[in-house]
């Protein structure tokens, strides 16, 4: 449908907590459509609506994996694993930079789809890291608050010099 403007690190709207999605008709349809194509356009493989300014509980992530995009409206997390793993992880909102995260190795997610329906899945790998790193996002948590506070300000000062700051 629309390719948006993506927000940038330090956009206020990207450290809020997003209210969940009570209506689940058209307009969310075309929401979720807009953040695959303002993903794909990126490029990146996992969006939520605060990056394109719209706060609401949907995330869209497409592993090109052969499963397609996947949309999650209202997930949360419901079971995560004492196991912890690092991935590497950036941003659309922080292009060009990435860091080592250390997450649960495994998550329990529960979810709507775009109907409504509950659904509920278990996630590793990259599927698990992105659902982490989303619905972080979701909850008004930037992937770097997730670092320790040197890796933290390297990353800003890294984001300053690129942006011409």
């Avoid at 807009?34 to 996992?46: F, K, R, S, W, Y």
Wanted: include cysteine; charge should be negative.
């Amino acid at each position: 449908m629309a390719i948006r403007p993506i927000l940038r690190f330090r956009d206020p709207l990207l450290g809020r907590a997003c209210a969940p999605v009570t209506r689940f008709d058209a307009e969310l349809a075309a929401l979720a459509e807009d953040l695959a194509d303002t993903m794909h356009a990126a490029p990146g493989i996992g969006i939520a609506g605060p990056h394109i300014g719209a706060l609401q509980r949907v995330a869209v992530i497409d592993l090109d994996d052969g499963a397609g995009v996947r949309v999650y409206v209202n997930p949360e997390i419901i079971a995560a694993s004492a196991d912890q793993a690092s991935h590497t992880e950036g941003s659309i909102s922080m292009p060009g930079l990435t860091e080592e995260v250390l997450r649960p190795k495994t998550v329990t997610v529960r979810y709507q789809d775009l109907a409504g329906e509950m659904a509920q899945l278990e996630a590793s790998g990259l599927l698990g890291v992105c659902l982490q790193h989303e619905i972080d996002q979701l909850d008004g948590i930037f992937w770097i608050q997730r670092l320790s506070r040197l890796k933290r300000d390297r990353l800003v000062r890294q984001f300053a010099k690129l942006q011409g700051r």
